[in-house]
């Protein structure tokens, strides 16, 4: 694959989104292709099916879909159009998704990373001194 993708100058991803090779690539880039773009297509066919079925995503975060959904129904069918993406990516292998992250009742993501809270407190920081939150939120 990587000496295929060093003659022709291009390697693409399975539904056809190109990465144009320089004349000194870095290996471990074309060796990691499949998988990188492998996942941003499933990323992108399960929003656009989620968008399709109405239920409309929030964000994406890197290799997962948020959602502000209340109906169970609905999120059941959010995680089967997940693993259907995987399997249409990956000609019908069932890949190890991990659709079951809910946070339900109000619940917040906390990234653990310092990096992570550092960054959080800045922006909670910036929101508290532009008057931008709410009483509560500010406390």
């Known amino acids: 694959m990587v000496e295929k993708a060093m003659l022709e100058r291009k390697i693409q991803s399975v539904f056809g989104w190109p990465l144009r090779i320089s004349t000194s690539p870095n290996i471990r880039t074309l060796y990691n292709f499949p998988m990188q773009s492998g996942g941003a297509e499933m990323l992108r066919l399960a929003a656009w099916r989620m968008c399709e079925a109405g ?3 929030i964000m994406l975060i890197h290799d997962g879909i948020l959602l ?5 129904e609905r999120i059941e069918h ?3 159009i997940m ?3 995987g399997r249409d990516v990956c000609d019908g292998f ?3 998704v991990d659709v079951d992250q809910l946070l339900k009742g109000g619940a917040r993501y906390y990234d653990k ?3 992570a809270r550092k960054m959080w407190e800045t922006i909670m920081n910036a929101l508290k001194a532009s008057g ?3 009483k509560r939120a500010a406390a």
């Not at 502000?68 to 169970?72: F, M």
Request: no cysteine; hydrophobic share 45%.
């Open 94 to 96: 069932e890949i190890g």
């Open 113 to 115: 990373r310092p990096m």
């Open 132 to 134: 931008a939150l709410p």
């Open 78 to 80: 959010a995680k089967e």
């Open 55 to 57: 239920i409309v995503p």
């Open 68 to 72: 502000e959904e209340t109906d169970l």
């Open 83 to 85: 693993l259907q993406a």
